[in-house]
């Protein structure tokens, strides 16, 4: 069999974003296992495998994942620092010495996960306190990831803000992405940058490709999902042509995030959305 013709861009495809159960294409991959994933994404001519849960994963299942990703040539795209469960608690707006040490080891335990993936992109997620105002801990949430991105830098890892729109998780912080693009540029660190999530944009503020040519400079790694739903980029009110294109126009040379689900899932939705995205990356 021929390999396949490369893709344009460099598309990653995911391990599991809402749970480790549920990979990009569980219905086509010989299993949902990460290395029969990550055997399958390659084989498609993917770029990169993103596993943003990877820091949680047990020892055994890291290493193997490190292992099939080094075998087939991929590059490891972001993580998310912390786990599922702390992705609602105000990790990054510490009050005391236990919220310091709860945010120290969730930093540690992630730059150490990040150099054993040769992860370089670190996402930042963080929830709210219910008694301080959104301008104060705004303050406080810039103070520590200043300092966090001091860290960052010195082990070649950059932290990427993300605004998460209140639909898909409630109780965050950064809900918009004008919000976190203003952060980034308050914290001015070489390492800190922003996420550019096309499903999470598009269901609070819309003007993807405005928000893109306005904060081009400060973007540092691109999602794709459409809308609504989470859906794959050919299903759903976003051109995602449009975007790809804007992408491309730009010089943008990381990764592409492929985070989303399927409208309906099965093996004819994930064929369809990889024949959708070789026309289309094709025409770029």
Known sequence: MMPPKPFRLRYAAHLGFRSLD???????ATSRDPVDQIRYAAALGFAGIQDPWFATRPTDDQGRIVAAIREH???????????????RRPLWQPRDTADRAALKTAIETTFIAAARLGARQVAVVTGRHDD?????????????????????????????????????????L????????????????????????????????????????????????????????RTEPSVGEINMAAILRAVKASGYQGLIEL???WAEPGAAAERAGIDWLRMTDAAL
């Open 174 to 229: 950064l809900t918009r992405f004008a919000q976190a693009a203003q952060l980034v540029r308050r914290i001015d660190r070489p390492a800190v940058r922003l996420i550019y999530d096309t499903g999470h944009l598009q269901a609070t503020e819309g003007d993807l490709l405005g928000n893109f040519e306005r904060h081009r400079d400060i973007i540092g790694l691109v999602q794709i999902a459409n809308h609504p739903g």
């Open 22 to 28: 549920l990979p990009l294409f569980p219905h086509s």
């Open 73 to 87: 040539g991929l590059a490891a795209a972001s993580i998310v620092c912390g786990s599922p469960q702390d992705i």
């Open 259 to 261: 985070e989303h689900l």
């Open 132 to 172: 301080m105002t959104d301008a104060a801990q705004e303050t406080l949430f810039a103070v520590t990831v200043q300092d966090a991105g001091e860290q960052a830098r010195a082990h070649g890892i950059t932290l990427m803000l993300e605004a998460i729109s209140p639909r898909n998780v409630p109780g965050l």
